[in-house]
């Protein structure tokens, strides 16, 4: 299988920014934990034992709604960079990548073109189903996942106590087995400096943040992750509802300090935007965090309409296609570290000079 051919559009979906408050809300995301009843968890088994998973697990997938349209791609088969590619696109975790330690037999992931939901096998747990999609939609994420775990379910039978509900690998996903969240940009809260408080606040009601590519991310660009904690005692209507509301909460609260902003540091926010669109357009060189603190100014003045252009789609696909696996995919060969910090500001010039995003990171 050529996997850079069959990962080249995959799960880029949710850049399109046709969600509702796309500008601060990039992207809303679901995760449901499920294991196979009478298989070991996945860190107790051994490589013939994920493979009989993996196998089981494929077969009931090719009975599902989601066969025609996905691609099941085996870690053990495709190149280190084409993993690093899905991971820098947050369609697979770290750990499956086995960019560590090398992937394990048994380790996959179906993708549905560049459709929001994809399917994790022998991650953490047997699977991991995943949809995501632009915008604060995070009842239409549970629902498109919540659509395949039921065709899964007639298939495969799923390790689950009367009591405590489906049973994970780790104890804070017991119950539903669902993670929700979405990825905020939301530097009015960090520019006025009421991010301390918005983010005491949404832990003080079950919540928690992290970065943008998750648990051990650290927040670069004013990006902030915000999903739930535990799924113990809660329906999947409620963690849903939950999450819901806080967002927007957290995003009322982004407007309104964006609007301060305006009002009492008109010229120096102006400034500032300008500022950063001015090093993007012409710079020679860019490291990725130095880009994404850029990135975080110009897409702050897109918002507030203080720059015409580049349109917020473009800005969602210069955050993931300049990242370093995509701009050697895109060059055919490993890169320096300076010639990644070239590769990088070439694309990005390229897209704000033009205002069409190009399909790849760098290169003719």
């Not at 004013?222 to 209507?237: A, C, D, K, V």
């Not at 789609?313 to 701009?327: E, F, P, V, W």
């Not at 070439?346 to 399909?359: D, I, K, S």
Request: hydrophobic share 40%; proline share 4%.
């Amino acid at each position: 299988m050529d996997d850079a051919a069959a990962i080249f559009d995959s799960g880029l979906g949710w850049l399109e920014a046709d969600g509702p408050h796309a500008d601060i809300v990039l992207s809303t995301r679901v995760r449901l934990a499920r294991n196979l009843q009478g298989h070991p968890y996945v860190a107790r088994a051994s490589d013939g034992q994920r493979e009989v998973i993996c196998r089981t697990v494929a077969q009931a997938f090719e009975k599902t709604s989601m066969r025609r349209r996905a691609v099941l791609l085996r870690m053990t088969e495709m190149s280190e960079r084409a993993r690093k590619v899905l991971l820098e696109r947050r369609l697979i975790s770290r750990e499956i990548a086995g960019l560590q330690t090398g992937p394990d037999g048994g380790v996959a992931v179906a993708i549905a073109g560049d459709g929001p939901v994809s399917v994790l096998i022998n991650e953490e747990d047997h699977l991991r189903l995943q949809g995501l999609v632009g915008g604060l939609r995070v009842a239409d994420a549970w629902s498109m996942v919540d659509r395949l775990d039921e065709e899964l379910g007639r298939g495969l039978h799923f390790a689950y106590h009367h009591e405590f509900g489906y049973l994970t690998c780790c104890p804070t996903n017991v119950g539903t087995g669902l993670r929700a969240s979405a990825l905020l940009h939301l530097p009015g809260l960090v520019l006025t400096k009421e991010i301390a408080r918005a983010l005491q606040g949404i832990s003080e009601v079950g919540l928690t943040f992290r970065g943008l590519h998750g648990e051990g991310s650290e927040v670069v660009g004013n990006f902030f992750q915000i999903s739930n904690q535990t799924t113990l005692g809660q329906s999947e209507e409620d963690l849903v509802e939950h999450l819901t509301r806080i967002v927007t909460t957290v995003l009322e609260k982004e407007r309104r300090a964006r609007q301060v902003l305006l009002r009492d540091a008109g010229p120096v926010t102006e400034d500032k935007v300008w500022r950063a669109y001015g090093l993007l357009r012409h710079a020679r060189a860019l490291e990725y965090e130095e880009l994404m603190n850029l990135l975080s100014g110009v897409r702050l003045g897109v918002s507030l309409q203080l720059l015409p252009s580049p349109s917020v789609y473009s800005l969602n696909r210069i955050m993931i296609l300049s990242q370093a696996a995509h701009l050697e995919e895109a060059a055919g060969r490993v890169l320096t570290p300076p010639e990644r910090r070239a590769h990088r500001a070439e694309y990005v010039r390229r897209v704000l000079a033009t205002g069409n995003p190009p399909t790849s990171g760098s290169g003719g």
